[in-house]
């Protein structure tokens, strides 16, 4: 649970990094462009030969543009495909397997009771005569 919820929170991220939210707000602007613009023209290729024509741009995609250059400029922030080339190629200490191990059996116990140096007690003790007996 915590492994899968770290992988979504580690994708989430590199989404963040790689600048995915441009991309989605980019996809809600064009997509709106593509209806307002095919109700105004009378058709949906009218309308997306407009859209990504560049020539009229919407609110929206001016704030995008703006944003993303406002982000550009800082010097604080990596190349982003350098962060993902970093990521993809760093040497990676999990896997989705667990690694094989040679399975030992321990060494069998041996059953035979060792060989008695001393002679049994003498006399006999009272309960193993009874039992004799019996």
């Keep these: 649970m915590v492994r899968q919820f ?4 580690m994708c989430l991220a590199m989404f963040a990094v790689i600048g995915g939210h441009w991309a989605a707000m980019q996809t809600v602007a064009w997509a709106e462009m593509i209806w307002s613009y095919s ?3 009378g058709s949906l290729e ?3 030969e407009k859209t990504f024509s560049g020539e009229a ?3 929206m995609c001016r704030a995008i543009a703006q944003g993303r250059s ?3 400029k800082q010097s604080a922030i990596l190349k982003a495909e350098k962060k993902v080339g970093d ?3 760093a040497k990676r200490e999990f896997s989705l397997w667990p690694a094989c191990v040679v399975f030992a059996y321990p060494k069998p116990i041996s059953r035979r009771f060792p060989r008695r140096n001393v002679p049994p007690p003498s006399p006999v003790p009272i ?3 009874n039992l004799a007996q019996s």
Excluded: D, H, M, R
């Design 87 to 89: 990521f993809l190629l």
């Design 6 to 9: 770290a992988s979504i929170l």
């Design 39 to 41: 109700v105004e023209e």
């Design 46 to 48: 009218a309308g997306c």
């Design 70 to 72: 406002k982000e550009q």
């Design 57 to 59: 741009p919407c609110e």
């Design 127 to 129: 309960e193993a005569a």
